[in-house]
T-cell receptor, first 114, second 111 residues
Framework: DAGVTQSPTHLIKTRGQQVTLRCSPKSGHDTVSWYQQALGQGPQFIFQYYEEEERQRGNFPDRFSGHQFPNYSSELNVNALLLGDSALYLC?????????????FGPGTRLTVT | QKEVEQNSGPLSVPEGAIASLNCTYSDRGSQSFFWYRQYSGKSPELIMFIYSNGDKEDGRFTAQLNKASQYVSLLIRDSQPSDSATYLCAVSSGGYQKVTFGIGTKLQVIP
C-alpha cells in the first residue's frame, strides 16, 4: 500500500524566487491538504484540494497557490519567496466520505529561503 | 484564545511510567480528534483518533475525550525511550473537517 510521497525532499531558494512542491496521495485517497510547519510549531493549514478544486483555505496570502490533478496528485506553488517562508511543507491525504477524516502525512519538503 | 492548546513541555517521565498528554480545544462543534507523533526532523505519524466521548485503547496508547469539557488526552503506558518525541493534538471541525493542530508537547522518556 503506497503511502503519501512528496518531492523534492529538500530545496534551497533565494528570496523573490518561485517554488513548486509536489505530492502524491496515499493509494485510494482523493483529498489533499497542505500544511506549513515552522520550527517548534504545529502544522499550519494552507489549503485543501478535492475534485481538482481548492475548497478551503487557511490564513495564507495569495502567493500560495495550488493545483490538484485528475490522478489526485497535487502541487503547492509559492511565489515571491520571503525568508519567513522557510519551513517544512507537509502534504496530507485523506478519503472524502470515509466518515473518519484521518489524514496521513508524507515525509515533507524542507524549504530554505536565503 | 488558541483553537487547540497544548503545553509545549518538555514532559519528562521515567521508563516504564505512564505519560499523560493533554489538549484543550475551543470549537464546541469539533467532531474528530487525533494524536500524531513527530520525531525530530520527521513528519507527523497518526497514532490515535477518537470521535466519541470516553476512552479508546490501542496497545499501550489510550485516547480520552470529554466533549463537555472540550478536553482530549493521550495516555502512554509503560513508556519507552523510543516514545520520546513531540505529540501533536489535532482537531477537525466545520463542513469540510478542517484540521487544526496544537503546538505539540515534547515528551522525554528517561531510561
Amino acid at each position: 500500500d503506497a503511502g503519501v510521497t512528496q518531492s523534492p525532499t529538500h530545496l534551497i531558494k533565494t528570496r523573490g524566487q518561485q517554488v513548486t512542491l509536489r505530492c502524491s496521495p496515499k493509494s485510494g485517497h482523493d483529498t489533499v491538504s497542505w500544511y506549513q510547519q515552522a520550527l517548534g510549531q504545529g502544522p499550519q493549514f494552507i489549503f485543501q484540494y478535492y475534485e481538482e478544486e481548492e475548497r478551503q483555505r487557511g490564513n495564507f496570502p495569495d502567493r500560495f497557490s495550488g493545483h490538484q490533478f485528475p490522478n489526485y496528485s497535487s502541487e503547492l506553488n509559492v511565489n515571491a519567496l520571503l525568508l519567513g517562508d522557510s519551513a517544512l511543507y507537509l502534504c496530507a491525504s485523506s478519503l472524502e466520505g470515509s466518515g473518519s477524516y484521518e489524514q496521513y502525512f508524507g515525509p515533507g519538503t524542507r524549504l530554505t529561503v536565503t | 484564545q488558541k483553537e487547540v492548546e497544548q503545553n509545549s513541555g518538555p514532559l519528562s517521565v521515567p521508563e516504564g511510567a505512564i505519560a499523560s498528554l493533554n489538549c484543550t480545544y475551543s470549537d464546541r462543534g469539533s467532531q474528530s480528534f487525533f494524536w500524531y507523533r513527530q520525531y525530530s526532523g520527521k513528519s507527523p505519524e497518526l497514532i490515535m483518533f477518537i470521535y466519541s466521548n470516553g476512552d479508546k485503547e490501542d496497545g499501550r496508547f489510550t485516547a480520552q475525550l470529554n466533549k463537555a469539557s472540550q478536553y482530549v488526552s493521550l495516555l502512554i503506558r509503560d513508556s519507552q525511550p523510543s516514545d520520546s518525541a513531540t505529540y501533536l493534538c489535532a482537531v477537525s471541525s466545520g463542513g469540510y473537517q478542517k484540521v487544526t493542530f496544537g503546538i505539540g508537547t515534547k515528551l522525554q522518556v528517561i531510561p
